[in-house]
C-alpha cells in the first residue's frame, strides 16, 4: 500500500534554462534544458510551467508540463515530453539548442511512495506516461515490482515502451487501432494485468476519462490509486489563476474545489469526484447556501450530507 505521507518537496524557483536538446520521439517532443536548481527539487509527478512564445508574444499564459526525467549529477538537466498541438507548444517545438527558456518548477505535489516493498502498476496513456519512469527508478530503489500500463490512440502516440519492457517487470500496450500491443483501450486490460501483478498501488497518469475509469474498477478490487490530472491545463501553476479547479473530498469527508497545481497534481483516485469535475457540486464548501451541520455539512435547499458523501432530507 502507499503511504499517506508524500515525499517533502522543496519550494520551486524561477530560471533561465538553457535548452540543451531537443528531439523527436514518434509524434512527441522530448526537451532537455539545464535547470540544476530544479533538478535537485524535484520529485517524480510535479511538472514544470514554461514561457512560451518570447517577449513580445501575446501568448500569456505557461504551458504546465510533466517532468519525464531529471540528472542532478550531470550538469543538472530537465527533460519534458510534450505533443506540439497548439501555437504554444508548437512554439516550444520549435525551439534550438542554446535558446533560454523561462522556467519555473518544480510544481505541484509529487507521487506518494510506499513505505515498504510493494507491487506496483504504473498506468500512462499518450504523454500522460512521460512522468512515470522518474517514479518507476524511484520505486526499484525501494525494493519495489513495477509493472506498465500504457495505452494511446495508436503505436505513433504510445510513449516509453521500449523503456517499459526493458525495466518493468511486465509490460503491456494497448492501442486504439491495434498498431502496438493489444487492440483497445488500458481499461479493457487493467483487470487481467491486476489479477497476473497481483498489484498492491496503482500509479496512473491519464486523461480524465481513463483516470475516471481506473479509479472506478480498482475500487472493486480494493487496489489504490494514486492519479496525476492534467486537465484542465494547470497555466500559471501556483494557484494564481483557479483554471485547475476540481472538486475533491477531504479526509473529513468534506468536498473542496482544489487547485490541481497546487493540492495536486497526484490526487488520491478514491478523493477525486471525476463526475462532477468542471462543476462546482452542490454540497461543496462555499457553495451557494452552504452551511455547516453537526457532524455533516448542509447544501442547499436543505439536504443534508454526512461525512461519507451520502445526502439525506433535511
Given at each position: 500500500m502507499a503511504g499517506n505521507d508524500r515525499e517533502s518537496a522543496a519550494a520551486p524557483v524561477q530560471v533561465r534554462g538553457t535548452v540543451l536538446t531537443v528531439r523527436r520521439v514518434d509524434a512527441y517532443v522530448a526537451m532537455t534544458v539545464v535547470a540544476p536548481a530544479i533538478a535537485t527539487r524535484y520529485r517524480p509527478g510535479q511538472f514544470v510551467a514554461i514561457a512560451v512564445g518570447g517577449p513580445q508574444s501575446g501568448m500569456l499564459g505557461r504551458r504546465g508540463i510533466a517532468v519525464h526525467d531529471v540528472r542532478p549529477d550531470h550538469g543538472g538537466t530537465v527533460e519534458f515530453v510534450f505533443l506540439p498541438r497548439e501555437p504554444g507548444t508548437q512554439w516550444l517545438a520549435d525551439c534550438r539548442s542554446r535558446d533560454v527558456l523561462?522556467?519555473?518548477?518544480?510544481?505541484?505535489?509529487?507521487?506518494?511512495?510506499?513505505?515498504?516493498?510493494?507491487?506496483?502498476?504504473?498506468?500512462?496513456?499518450?504523454?500522460?506516461?512521460?512522468?512515470?519512469?522518474?517514479?518507476?527508478?524511484?520505486?526499484?530503489?525501494?525494493?519495489?515490482?513495477?509493472?506498465?500500463?500504457?495505452?494511446?490512440?495508436?503505436?505513433?502516440?504510445?510513449?516509453?515502451?521500449?523503456?517499459?519492457?526493458?525495466?518493468?517487470?511486465?509490460?503491456?500496450?494497448?492501442?486504439?487501432?491495434?498498431s502496438m500491443g493489444s487492440r483497445g483501450s488500458v481499461v479493457d486490460m487493467l483487470p487481467t494485468v491486476l489479477q497476473q501483478a497481483r498489484t498492491d498501488v496503482i500509479y496512473a497518469s491519464a486523461p480524465n476519462a481513463v483516470l475516471r475509469s481506473v479509479c472506478a474498477l480498482a475500487g472493486r478490487y480494493g487496489i489504490p490509486v494514486q492519479a496525476l490530472v492534467s486537465e484542465p491545463p494547470m497555466t500559471c501553476g501556483t494557484g494564481l489563476c483557479m483554471g485547475c479547479v476540481l472538486p475533491a473530498v477531504g479526509n473529513d469527508g468534506i468536498t473542496r474545489m482544489v487547485r490541481a497545481c497546487v493540492e495536486g497534481p497526484v490526487f488520491r483516485g478514491d478523493q477525486v469526484r471525476w463526475d462532477d469535475i468542471g462543476t462546482i457540486p452542490f454540497d461543496a464548501l462555499g457553495a451557494p447556501g452552504w452551511k455547516p451541520l453537526p457532524g455533516g455539512t448542509q447544501a442547499p435547499g436543505g439536504t443534508a450530507t454526512d461525512r461519507g458523501g451520502r445526502s439525506h432530507a433535511g
Amino acid at each position: 500500500m502507499a503511504g499517506n505521507d508524500r515525499e517533502s518537496a522543496a519550494a520551486p524557483v524561477q530560471v533561465r534554462g538553457t535548452v540543451l536538446t531537443v528531439r523527436r520521439v514518434d509524434a512527441y517532443v522530448a526537451m532537455t534544458v539545464v535547470a540544476p536548481a530544479i533538478a535537485t527539487r524535484y520529485r517524480p509527478g510535479q511538472f514544470v510551467a514554461i514561457a512560451v512564445g518570447g517577449p513580445q508574444s501575446g501568448m500569456l499564459g505557461r504551458r504546465g508540463i510533466a517532468v519525464h526525467d531529471v540528472r542532478p549529477d550531470h550538469g543538472g538537466t530537465v527533460e519534458f515530453v510534450f505533443l506540439p498541438r497548439e501555437p504554444g507548444t508548437q512554439w516550444l517545438a520549435d525551439c534550438r539548442s542554446r535558446d533560454v527558456l523561462d522556467v519555473v518548477g518544480p510544481l505541484g505535489r509529487p507521487y506518494p511512495v510506499p513505505r515498504d516493498p510493494a507491487s506496483c502498476l504504473l498506468l500512462g496513456v499518450g504523454p500522460g506516461a512521460a512522468p512515470l519512469f522518474a517514479l518507476a527508478s524511484r520505486l526499484a530503489d525501494r525494493g519495489s515490482h513495477i509493472d506498465f500500463l500504457l495505452g494511446a490512440e495508436s503505436a505513433d502516440r504510445v510513449f516509453g515502451a521500449l523503456t517499459a519492457r526493458r525495466t518493468g517487470r511486465s509490460a503491456s500496450i494497448a492501442t486504439a487501432d491495434g498498431s502496438m500491443g493489444s487492440r483497445g483501450s488500458v481499461v479493457d486490460m487493467l483487470p487481467t494485468v491486476l489479477q497476473q501483478a497481483r498489484t498492491d498501488v496503482i500509479y496512473a497518469s491519464a486523461p480524465n476519462a481513463v483516470l475516471r475509469s481506473v479509479c472506478a474498477l480498482a475500487g472493486r478490487y480494493g487496489i489504490p490509486v494514486q492519479a496525476l490530472v492534467s486537465e484542465p491545463p494547470m497555466t500559471c501553476g501556483t494557484g494564481l489563476c483557479m483554471g485547475c479547479v476540481l472538486p475533491a473530498v477531504g479526509n473529513d469527508g468534506i468536498t473542496r474545489m482544489v487547485r490541481a497545481c497546487v493540492e495536486g497534481p497526484v490526487f488520491r483516485g478514491d478523493q477525486v469526484r471525476w463526475d462532477d469535475i468542471g462543476t462546482i457540486p452542490f454540497d461543496a464548501l462555499g457553495a451557494p447556501g452552504w452551511k455547516p451541520l453537526p457532524g455533516g455539512t448542509q447544501a442547499p435547499g436543505g439536504t443534508a450530507t454526512d461525512r461519507g458523501g451520502r445526502s439525506h432530507a433535511g
